[in-house]
């Protein structure tokens, strides 16, 4: 029998299947204390982490006849650097490379779905089609203080005439690598590999400091 265990931290509504005696946890979850004084009083930033996302890798030429059928699949696939497209199932596939892309979809349990039916796209033509559902985590940072924590260590141009809303980029932030998609005019989302995640949770957490200090209550 599989029970469920809900959250009652706030930033999350979500649910975690568990084997008995057994919980399942995010690659942040221990960090979710820290991040949810970020969101309290007028912060000008706050953080959180959004667990259990369905991720797909997908590797194909979007030229290609298997590229195509998979750009039926998803809705579209981006052509260009920094380009997302989103489907209308709440779905969004970045750009990684001329022939290697992300799928993200709100719900984990879609991933294997997903996965499935872009490897009948796929077919038997030239690409790769992975679930990386596990592979990696997502912050979420938003506020009008942002970007400024961001560009504190990541090299990227993150100025609004450089990278707009609806852009993804694979970069680097306090050394780790990344992927970085501005959702919104001041929100942004970063997804490091699970075992990265305390580490840049922390960085986070660590470069935001200064914006509540200014109110005279410094996070822990």
Not at 96 to 106: I, N, S, T, Y
């Amino acid at each position: 029998m599989v029970d469920t265990i809900e959250s009652t931290d706030a930033q999350t509504s979500a649910v975690y299947e568990t084997r008995p005696g057994a919980r399942r946890h995010s690659p942040a979850e221990h960090l979710w204390a820290a991040f949810a004084e970020t969101t309290a009083g007028d912060a000008q930033v706050s953080l959180r982490e959004i667990p259990f996302q369905a991720m797909v890798g997908i590797r194909v030429d979007p030229l290609s006849a298997s590229g195509r059928r998979i750009g039926i699949v998803t809705g579209g696939l981006p052509t260009e650097c920094g380009q997302v497209a989103t489907g209308a199932d709440a779905t969004a596939v970045l750009w990684l490379g001329p022939d290697e892309f992300l799928l993200v979809a709100q719900e984990e349990a879609v991933a294997g779905t997903l996965a499935a039916e872009l490897a009948a796209a796929l077919g038997d033509g030239a690409g790769q089609v992975v679930d990386l559902s596990s592979n990696r985590t997502t912050f979420e940072l938003a506020g009008s203080a942002a970007r400024a924590v961001l560009e504190k260590s990541c090299a990227a141009d993150l100025h609004p005439r450089s990278f707009q809303t609806g852009t993804a980029i694979a970069t680097v932030i306090g050394n780790v690598p990344v992927v970085l998609w501005k959702t919104g005019n001041e929100t942004f989302r970063v997804f490091p590999r699970a075992s990265f995640a305390d580490y840049l949770g922390r960085w986070l957490l660590d470069g935001m400091r200064e914006f509540k200090a200014a109110k005279g209550k410094p996070w822990r």
